[in-house]
């Protein structure tokens, strides 16, 4: 059984600080007031493990107190084939090799649907490569089919790289494209996509996709259409801190205009199978002090949500104790797009009780929501086995 130790009282913490940048942070934060650019880098640069850990766990205390939360969900990635060619992608297979990919039919994809029939998934989750045949009339039928068939399943689809290919070859504007997908039964996009905004690291491992600017203004779109969205980084690769903080501070500004994301999600690149293979990828002391930056900086982000097949079920327990409030969920699918890369996790899928367990083996609450984060049932005083 892991056990994963609390940290201090952060008041005591801060107190004791020699370093009067990281005390005059502290105090910020104990404030509950927004901490800067410079601060965030300073807390990257200089703070301890123990600083970290004891501040995150604390604003994470504050919003949600021991509770952690989890969906039932299930994935669906129609086409691994791809037009982009992002530099740290281990998944997609180039249009022009596209008979080393996948392609699935409307039928196909709704099949997987129907295999949870009877079973109380709450979500799907569509994401995939960018294939060209597969275009906005295609993802319409396909949104119609799964709401007609089961009208109460949430379907999360669509990082803005997709939205904004989709879009460019149908002729249609952002706030047109999306209107129609939302009409269809698109209920909210997940977070995919942003990688690192900066333009001085995006057009090294990403040049050809969609910018900052368009990731932005589809998420934007979204927002004021009533839509959710998630939002995430990818961090642990050739970037620096302070294009962490940039790409943070940006989707902190957007957050402060629209209230329209539901969560963060840190994504820790990983470097099997790629044109980065050569990049080492960070330690578990790096990830946790990304979650805790994280926790700390995105002051007007409900959560902050570790993907667990991406870190490792333990790596994903030690999280809980940086700021982090949920795990995401079940999975239940064949997940490529992480495991391709050399994730932790090979196959990811959960059942309810063991994602449960997991939860309370670091003495935390379960609580299973739904996509927006409405309680379906808390399962804090419910008996599990914890191994």
């Known amino acids: 059984m892991l056990i994963v130790q609390q940290y201090s009282n952060p008041t005591e913490i801060v107190r004791l600080t020699t370093n009067f940048d990281l005390k005059k942070i502290g105090n910020k934060i104990l404030n509950n007031e927004r901490i800067s650019f410079d601060d965030g880098v300073i807390l990257f640069e200089k703070a301890s493990l123990a600083f970290l850990g004891a501040l995150s766990n604390w604003v994470r205390e504050q919003k949600h107190g021991n509770k952690t939360y989890f969906n039932r969900n299930f994935h669906i990635e129609p086409t691994n084939v791809c037009v982009f060619s992002c530099k740290f992608c281990s998944y997609s297979r180039l249009y022009a090799h596209k008979e080393e990919g996948w392609e699935l039919s409307i039928n196909d994809m709704l099949n997987i649907v129907k295999k949870y029939d009877n079973q109380p998934v709450t979500e799907v989750h569509i994401v995939g490569g960018v294939h060209p045949k597969m275009n906005l009339q295609f993802f319409i039928e396909l949104f119609k089919a799964i709401k007609t068939h089961r009208p109460d399943l949430h379907i999360k689809a669509f990082t803005p790289v997709e939205l904004d290919y989709i879009f460019k070859k149908a002729n249609v504007?952002?706030?047109?494209?999306?209107?129609?997908?939302?009409?269809?039964?698109?209920?909210?996009?997940?977070?995919?996509?942003?990688?690192?905004?900066?333009?001085?690291?995006?057009?090294?491992?990403?040049?050809?996709?969609?910018?900052?600017?368009?990731?932005?203004?589809?998420?934007?779109?979204?927002?004021?259409?009533?839509?959710?969205?998630?939002?995430?980084?990818?961090?642990?690769?050739?970037?620096?801190?302070?294009?962490?903080?940039?790409?943070?501070?940006?989707?902190?500004?957007?957050?402060?205009?629209?209230?329209?994301?539901?969560?963060?999600?840190?994504?820790?690149?990983?470097?099997?199978?790629?044109?980065?293979?050569?990049?080492?990828?960070?330690?578990?002391?790096?990830?946790?002090?990304?979650?805790?930056?994280?926790?700390?900086?995105?002051?007007?982000?409900?959560?902050?949500?570790?993907?667990?097949?991406?870190?490792?079920?333990?790596?994903?327990?030690?999280?809980?104790?940086?700021?982090?409030?949920?795990?995401?969920?079940?999975?239940?699918?064949?997940?490529?797009?992480?495991?391709?890369?050399?994730?932790?996790?090979?196959?990811?899928?959960?059942?309810?009780?063991?994602?449960?367990?997991?939860?309370?083996?670091?003495?935390?609450d379960p609580v299973e929501r739904d996509t927006l984060y409405n309680t379906i049932k808390d399962y804090s005083n419910e008996s599990v086995l914890v191994e």
């Open 173 to 364: 504007s952002i706030e047109e494209g999306m209107s129609l997908l939302h009409k269809a039964g698109h209920d909210s996009l997940p977070g995919g996509g942003a990688e690192i905004f900066h333009p001085e690291i995006r057009n090294k491992i990403c040049a050809d996709k969609v910018d900052a600017a368009g990731w932005l203004k589809i998420h934007r779109a979204a927002h004021r259409l009533g839509m959710h969205s998630n939002a995430t980084i990818l961090y642990g690769h050739i970037e620096k801190y302070e294009h962490r903080i940039d790409h943070m501070e940006q989707l902190r500004q957007l957050q402060d205009e629209t209230g329209g994301f539901n969560t963060f999600i840190p994504l820790k690149f990983r470097n099997k199978d790629n044109d980065m293979s050569n990049v080492d990828e960070v330690s578990i002391i790096e990830d946790m002090k990304m979650y805790a930056v994280a926790r700390l900086y995105m002051d007007n982000f409900s959560h902050l949500k570790a993907y667990w097949p991406m870190l490792g079920r333990k790596n994903a327990q030690l999280t809980l104790n940086f700021g982090v409030d949920d795990l995401d969920g079940t999975i239940d699918d064949t997940t490529k797009i992480y495991s391709m890369a050399g994730s932790e996790e090979q196959n990811p899928s959960l059942t309810t009780e063991q994602l449960v367990t997991l939860i309370k083996q670091v003495k935390r």
